[in-house]
């Protein structure tokens, strides 16, 4: 199995910071690599898939970039809403695998 | 708009099955495979199996292999998950969520249903 290994594991961070989150791949999965946002009590939301492309509606604060085994999730100015918790997932062989997830905090 | 809303709750004993439902609307339903995805009380997600709507080809996580059986009701758009021998191990968050892309290659998912909370114990 792949495994996904992300950093940090949570952060603080304060309204308008630039949040830089890692994703790191036990092997190569080119760019199969998707992000997901997670708020309490709800289900994972997509926010990129294929590494760097924005899903329809998500905030063009999102971006993603990397292939191969290191990617990044990067929220340019952090947002009230965008306290969450954040998961990057393989989708490159199967077992899908996901990341251990970052929770990012109100300083 | 493409809404998957999954059955209720429940509380099972160590031992018994448990059958969760994903009924799909919005899109046409034997276009994508639906995946269930699992997550336990502040753990990460975990995938359990995929199944291909229109023909019921299956591919499971190795983890649960011979306990989960993916199945799919075209009549009603509505996707099943059935676990077995449970444990309290099982007690999580169950999802469903549809593949984001109808082709191979890049896939991803999206959406997803709003989950069901599988509780077990004695």
């Known amino acids: 199995d792949i495994q996904m290994t992300q950093s940090p594991s949570s952060l603080s961070a304060s309204v308008g910071d630039r949040v830089t989150i890692t994703c790191r791949a036990s092997?190569?999965?080119?760019?199969?690599l998707n992000w997901y946002q997670q708020k309490p009590g709800k289900a994972p939301k997509l926010l990129i898939y294929?590494?760097?492309s924005l899903q329809s509606g998500v905030p063009s604060r999102f971006s993603g970039s990397g292939s191969g085994t290191d990617f990044t999730l990067t929220i340019s100015s952090l947002q009230p809403e965008d306290f969450a918790t954040y998961s990057c997932?393989?989708?490159?062989?199967?077992?899908?695998?996901f990341g251990q997830g970052t929770k990012v905090e109100i300083k | 708009q493409v809404q998957l809303v999954q059955s209720g709750a429940e509380v099972k004993k160590p031992g018994a099955s448990v059958k969760v439902s994903c009924k799909a609307s919005?899109?046409?339903?034997?276009?994508?495979?639906i995946n269930w995805v699992r997550q336990a009380p502040g753990q990460s997600l975990e995938w359990m199996g995929w199944?291909?709507?229109?023909?019921?080809?299956?591919n499971y996580a190795q983890k649960f292999r011979g306990r989960v059986t993916l199945t799919t009701d075209t009549s009603t758009s509505t996707a099943y998950m059935e676990l077995k021998s449970l444990r309290s191990d099982d007690t999580a968050m169950y999802y469903c969520?549809?593949?984001?892309?109808?082709?191979?290659?890049?896939?991803?998912?999206?959406?997803w249903g709003q989950g069901t909370l599988i509780t077990v114990s004695s």
């Open positions: 294929a590494a760097s």
């Open positions: 997932e393989q989708h490159y062989a199967t077992p899908w695998t």
């Open positions: 092997r190569s999965i080119s760019d199969h």
């Open positions: 969520a549809r593949d984001g892309s109808e082709s191979y290659g890049h896939n991803w998912f999206d959406p």
């Open positions: 199944i291909r709507a229109h023909n019921g080809n299956t």
């Open positions: 919005g899109y046409t339903f034997t276009n994508y495979g």
